[in-house]
């Protein structure tokens, strides 16, 4: 059975032989729907607190979906991924890279890279919040246990399974910035309940995914059908990208309140939220978004550049300017630098932010380049009164 991409949307090819009575007709799943899914996290809140003060809205969530999921893959599938821990996972991922040797920005490669950060993110999260949330262990055990499950379809798959990755990799980046202020999430308990839900979006969303692409690949005997996983999950997806927003916002009017001399004094963060941020979502994901543009990229763009940037992070200069004629690559090669900062580069990890100038002619002006790196800055140093 192989996976292969079709424009926006990937398609799965079963060549093996599955039994007539698991097809179901034009490629729809049998049990599972769009709207018929995972019950969404906000419906499984629990607001009863327990004896230590934490809330049980991950426990609660994750136990739903682990009982959802077991019914729709069947025990025997749970059984064999078992209870995969952060550590199990990063060793699997290690001996599957020793195993099959994938070319350096080879598509196997980015869903490996993409696997482990997202994994990494997920272990980030779930330490982040142990304080105040019972069940974060088992909760995380079961994303990972989902996300080795993708991954055990192999290299074959990969075209396909890099789309996947690539929508939890969106999720895992724009969680980034957040959980390296760690100190300052849990200032509220607003702040804290925000970050729960936040939690248990992530975890519907990998596991939505997982179950969808395994039952998929099931379903099917020979033939092909085309899904997109943006339609299917964008919803999800959204959800994460507004509940960041609002931890964010949150977090830096504690911030502002704490440190201002009188109410009068404190700055509205929504008002200079709203001046610094584009106005329309798409032109925001065009201009800021690097994945927009190396999503598409062919495999192994820019390697040939991953030299040049590691020695001029190791040396002493404070800017690097790359210049080239028009259609020569600029964007692409800039998209590819911000994705390979995303990981440490000559053992440093750095922040990025991204400003893609020529994305859309209509922002190509200063002004917007200015407001960019601010709202930028403001994402990335959450509740820092220094800026």
Known sequence: ???RMTSASWTIQNNGASSPNDRTPSGSVSGWSQAGGFPSSSRMVSSGRGQSNKSSLVHDTAAAIKRKSALELGSGVMHSVGETSFIKLVQWIRAERLSTLPHQGSTWDTVLIRALYVSERLHKFETAIQGFAHGTTAAAELAYSHIRLLLELGHENSDALDKAFGLFYKSALTISSLLDRSELLSCTHEVQEQLCHMYTDLLT??????????????????GEVSLDLFEIFGETLEATTNRRSHISDLIWSYQ????????????SIDVLTKWLSPQDRVLEMLGSDHTTFTDQL???????FQENLTNFVKGSNECLLLT??????????SAAIAERLQRPVARQSL?????????????????????????????NRVGNLAL
């Not at 969303?205 to 020979?222: G, I, N, P």
């Not at 080239?324 to 090669?333: C, I, R, V, W």
């Open 1 to 3: 059975m192989t996976m």
């Open 351 to 379: 922040q990025t932010i991204y400003v893609s100038v020529g994305a859309v002619p209509s922002e190509a002006t200063s002004l917007h380049v200015v407001k960019s790196i601010l709202f930028q800055m403001l994402q």
């Open 324 to 333: 080239a004629p028009t259609g020569a690559g600029k964007t692409t090669l």
């Open 298 to 304: 062919a495999e192994r763009t820019g390697l040939w």
């Open 256 to 267: 502002i309140e704490s440190e201002a001399d009188s109410t009068e004094d404190a700055l």
């Open 205 to 222: 969303l990998v596991v939505e995914v997982a179950v969808y692409f395994y039952k998929t690949v099931q379903s099917m005997a020979d």
